[in-house]
């Protein structure tokens, strides 16, 4: 399933490199001195605590997936997380893991064929994954902990809502409500107002995929700056918020979001 937006993604790799070192970084600093028993109000249920060991764990076993080059789907997700016995400490932990993750991901050739749960079958499609994971927990931390600004580059941010839809076809092991995504051949439009970009989705009987663009009118649209669409694919925001222009039966769109967060 190709990239729909007509621009270039998947983006370099050392471009997630990078963002992963920087991301990580500023989760780190985001809840570094913060009540680990503060709750997160993007993540029901889940404290900082819950969140900053849910980070470093995935980065670590990101990282372990990374190391084997596995070819098929892992039977365990066991790896040494060396949490720290004080919630006070996982900032620091979670700080201390970058250069480790740095290491693999320098290490490792991106064009690697390797298992992984969503569409491309290659190493970079973990670094892609563990970038958008930090960085969408950045933003999740930042707001817990009372800084509003998402501040997202919008270049990073149209690629995450590229890897989003691409992969979205994929979630069903963990997320079930995407199984279950139907339509009847409506199409929805996800525009972005600053990088020019746009993506669709076709809702048909048997499910839903990403389409080419085309000149006719989608029968629903969401249209904002590439930092709301990513927030708003996962959950963050609502599509009737002021950041957003919406056209068409807004039932299209409830049907959409009832299905696919994760």
């Known amino acids: 399933m190709a990239a ?19 991301e990580t970084l500023r989760y780190a600093e985001a809840v570094k001195g913060a009540d680990p028993a503060g709750a997160v109000p993007a993540c029901p249920g889940w404290t900082l605590a819950d ?64 298992w992984a749960w969503g569409e491309d079958q290659h190493a970079r499609f973990w670094a892609r994954r563990m970038l958008f994971e930090t960085l969408v927990h950045r933003i999740d931390a930042e707001h817990a902990v009372g800084l509003a600004a998402a501040d997202i580059d919008p270049v990073l941010a149209a ?67 590439a930092e709301d669409l990513l927030l708003l694919l996962y959950g963050r925001r609502s599509y009737q918020e002021s950041a957003y222009e919406v056209s068409g039966p807004t039932a299209v769109l409830d049907n959409w979001f009832a299905h696919t967060r994760f």
């Open 51 to 114: 969140l900053t060991r849910h980070v470093g764990a995935l980065q670590r076993w990101f990282g372990a997936l990374l190391t084997r080059l596995v070819q098929e789907p892992p039977r365990s997700r066991e790896v040494e997380l060396g949490l720290p016995e004080d919630e006070r400490d996982q900032p620091d932990w979670v700080a201390a893991g970058e250069p480790a993750v740095a290491a693999v991901l320098r290490e490792t050739d991106p064009e690697a064929p390797m």
């Open 4 to 22: 729909t937006s007509g621009q270039g993604h998947p983006l370099p790799y050392d471009t997630y490199r990078e963002a992963i070192a920087r």
């Open 159 to 225: 690629d995450g809502v590229d890897e989003f839809l691409v992969n979205l076809p994929y979630a069903g092991l963990f997320a079930p409500g995407v199984t279950e995504l139907r339509g009847d051949g409506e199409t929805l439009a996800f525009a972005s107002a600053d990088t020019g970009e746009e993506w669709r989705v076709r809702l048909d009987p048997d499910g839903f995929r990403l389409v080419p663009h085309a000149a006719d009118e989608a029968t629903a649209a969401v249209r904002g700056r």
